[in-house]
């Protein structure tokens, strides 16, 4: 069992920046391939970034890939995504996944656990 909870996000001017942590219990955390995922209102969830449990593999996806950064500490067992240079287009919700394959997948099918959610809002 792999609990997760989201936090850092909250309403933000474009070309600002937010760290979301995503804290994590349970004992499989360290083995676990970690993403980020996002929705906005009426949009299917779509894939956001990944990482492996050693942090060596990162995946992201492409309407990203300059500005997000995903990186883990297993030591405090914990998952961040940076996001910088924030536009309104990145306004959604922003979930916490955990995967127990070794790849990084962009397939929300492929991750076993879920938080709850944390809110960005980018204004222009």
């Known amino acids: 069992q792999v609990q997760l909870v989201e936090s850092g996000g909250g309403l933000v001017q474009a070309g600002g920046s937010l760290r979301l942590s995503c804290a994590a219990s349970?004992?499989?955390?360290?083995?676990?391939?970690m993403g980020w995922f996002r929705q906005a209102p009426g949009k299917e969830r779509e894939f956001v970034a990944a990482i492996n449990w050693s942090g060596g593999s990162t995946r992201y996806a492409d309407s990203v890939k300059a500005r997000f950064t995903i990186s883990r500490d297993n030591a405090k067992n914990t998952v961040y995504l940076q996001i910088d240079s924030l536009k309104p287009e990145d306004t959604a919700v922003y979930y916490c996944a955990a995967s127990s394959s070794g790849r990084t997948y962009a397939s929300k099918s492929e991750y076993n656990y879920w938080g709850q959610g944390t809110q960005v809002t980018v204004s222009s």
């Open positions: 349970g004992r499989t955390f360290s083995r676990n391939v």
